[in-house]
Structure formats: structure tokens, C-alpha cells
């Protein structure tokens, strides 16, 4: 393979995962609005019960919408007890959302200029 079909070959790739970075970033966002302005007790009627938890197991995400529920709460001690794994969860949805808004701005503000 020679220099130039390498190069391809990664500008090929750095496109795929911007395509999935992007998409990654509307559904945090989409998750987070959700989240913070859907009345919790029609979220937590609609989400279905876990497959895990059927047959008496836990999956790593298993409460994690109603951890994710008294995270916006502010019931940190609440939302540990229901998923530990919730609070990383939470917290990369909201990197990824205000650093995919900032990038989307960055370039709104640039073809604008």
C-alpha cells in the first residue's frame, strides 16, 4: 500500500468516527433533554424492564434511569444506590453534549464570518 492510499485509508477513518462522534453527540443531547424536561413518571412508565432483571440478574445499567432521574435531582446518595456505574454514564453524556454544541457553534460562527 503506498503513501497515498494510506492517507485515504485514514481520512477514511478519522470521517467514520466524526459520522459516529455526531451522532454519539444528538443522542446525548436528545437523552438529556429527556431527561431534565419529560415528567419522570411517563419516563419511567415507558422504559421496559430489563431482560437481565427478568430472570433475577443485573445487567451494569440496570436503575440507571431512575439513577439518572435523581442525578438531575440532586439525590447523589439515591442515585449511587440504584447504579454506581450512572454517575460516569451521566457525566460523559453531558461532556459529550456541550463539546458537540461547542463544535457545531465553533462552526456556525466560522462559515458566518
Same mark, same amino acid.
Given at each position: 500500500m503506498n503513501l497515498k492510499q494510506k492517507n485515504q485509508k485514514n481520512q477514511e477513518l478519522k470521517n467514520a468516527i466524526q459520522i459516529v462522534w455526531q451522532i454519539? /453527540?444528538? *443522542?446525548?443531547i436528545l %437523552?438529556?433533554?429527556v431527561v431534565f424536561f419529560v415528567d419522570e413518571n411517563l419516563i419511567l412508565s415507558k422504559m421496559p424492564t430489563c431482560e437481565y432483571r427478568k %430472570? /433475577?440478574?443485573? =445487567?451494569? *445499567? =440496570? /436503575?440507571?434511569?431512575?439513577?439518572? %432521574?435523581?442525578l438531575k435531582n440532586m439525590n447523589f446518595d439515591k442515585a449511587w444506590s440504584l447504579n454506581k456505574f450512572s454517575f460516569f454514564i451521566f457525566g460523559a453524556?453531558? %461532556?459529550?453534549?456541550?463539546l458537540f454544541l461547542k463544535t457545531i457553534i465553533k462552526k456556525y460562527i466560522n462559515t458566518k464570518l
Open positions: 454519539s /453527540g444528538v *443522542l446525548s %437523552i438529556l433533554l %430472570i /433475577g440478574k443485573e =445487567c451494569f *445499567l =440496570c /436503575g440507571s434511569t431512575r439513577a439518572f %432521574i435523581d453524556l453531558v %461532556i459529550n453534549a456541550i
